[in-house]
């Protein structure tokens, strides 16, 4: 007969801590269920992102612990994943939607887009509900990187049916014009299109939006931070110092407009020869880790510079699709899952702990 109850396998339990919020997994309220019978034991541990980037560790160290009890000599772990609303998020407007995030950049020509293209990929190639808006109405490129075209339909309601491709939905001023022609608007313009993507698209139910903004900070950044209660916000630079020093005024910016700036992401931060796999530090290197520690902000992470991802994304197949195995598109992957941990790690700050569901 084993001595182990449910009282000692929460308790030890309560030696796995998730590295990213630095609390124990019963405390955050993370164990759901519990079954005992005989000598095995079967757990389901819920967290906080399906893109979590501590989940193979901390079910290891769960099921370390408990096999660690005497009489027990098997463990079955389920792990599941529901990611936290937003506490900033208001239920109506866009309640369906649990957090918002935009991509932005001070200056163009960074590789914002392609950035928040593969974080959207990665994050729904975890198993999340992803939307991604294209924003930037002067230069809609989200089409091209995802290679999808057509003319978005209407609901009954009247509401815009996304285009939906590699499980994202998808909205982008691009379905709406001819590729030769210029958006040449102002603000009031802006403004309408802000508000007819977020309310007048059928967003439905998502765990994460990302909306790629325009660089620079203008009429869209200014529409879109008072419209919404915004998660956060990521923003990419390169190493040049030119970069990184107005990286900074769109993180003042979004400070000034009380956005909290999830993190920095550092493009382009080498060039990777697609021959031999040497590194060449082009542009040099670690500009925008050390402004994120200035800063006072998360470093999310660096990307190479590498032709496969220019050719990719001209071919409308995001990098972390056509060559998941690849160094470029593990650090998208590795940054969509710090990004999942930054989300997670806000959206946790002062939330209740949760029941546990006890069953034998």
């Not at 408990?66 to 866009?94: C, H, K, W, Y």
């Not at 990665?122 to 089409?143: C, E, F, H, N, T």
């Not at 925008?288 to 200035?294: H, I, L």
Request: charged share 20%; aromatic share 4%; net charge negative.
């Amino acid at each position: 007969m084993s001595e182990v109850d449910k009282e000692t396998i929460l308790e030890a339990l309560r030696s796995v801590t998730d590295p990213d919020l630095g609390r124990d997994i019963v405390s955050l309220g993370f164990v759901k269920e519990v079954k005992l019978c005989g000598g095995a034991v079967g757990l389901t541990i819920e967290l906080t992102t399906p893109a979590c980037p501590a989940k193979d560790q901390m079910k290891n160290e769960a099921e370390q612990a408990v096999l660690a009890l005497p009489g027990i000599d098997q463990v079955n772990i389920e792990m599941t994943a529901q990611v936290r609303t937003s506490s900033t998020r208001a239920s109506g407007f866009l309640g369906d939607v649990k957090n918002i995030v935009p991509v932005a950049s001070g200056k163009g020509g960074v590789g914002k887009s392609t950035v928040a293209a593969n974080l959207a990929v990665a994050l729904a190639r975890s198993g999340a509900q992803v939307g991604l808006m294209d924003a930037d109405v002067y230069g809609p490129s989200i089409p091209t990187l995802l290679g999808v075209s057509g003319e978005p339909q209407t609901a009954p309601n009247q509401q815009i049916i996304p285009m939906t491709r590699y499980d994202l939905k998808i909205m982008s001023m691009g379905f709406f014009l001819p590729e030769e022609k210029a958006v040449i608007w102002r603000g009031p313009m802006l403004d309408k299109m802000i508000a007819q993507f977020l309310g007048g698209v059928a967003w439905g139910e998502l765990d994460y939006l990302i909306i790629d903004l325009p660089p620079g900070t203008g009429d869209i950044q200014l529409s879109l931070c008072q419209k919404v209660e915004l998660t956060g916000a990521v923003v990419v630079s390169t190493p040049q110092d030119v970069a990184l020093n107005v990286a900074q005024k769109a993180i003042s910016m979004f400070r000034q407009l009380n956005t909290p700036v999830l993190g920095i992401v550092e493009n382009m931060s080498y060039y990777l020869c697609s021959h031999c796999g040497s590194r060449d530090e082009i542009f040099g290197n670690g500009g925008a880790r050390e402004v994120s520690r200035k800063m006072q902000l998360p470093f999310l992470g660096e990307i190479p510079l590498s032709t496969s991802i220019r050719t990719h994304s001209d071919q409308g197949t995001p990098v972390v699709l056509a060559e998941p195995d690849s160094e470029q598109a593990k650090a998208f992957i590795q940054i969509a899952e710090n990004l999942a941990a930054q989300i997670s790690i806000q959206n946790m700050s002062g939330e209740a702990q949760q029941d546990i569901k006890v069953s034998f």
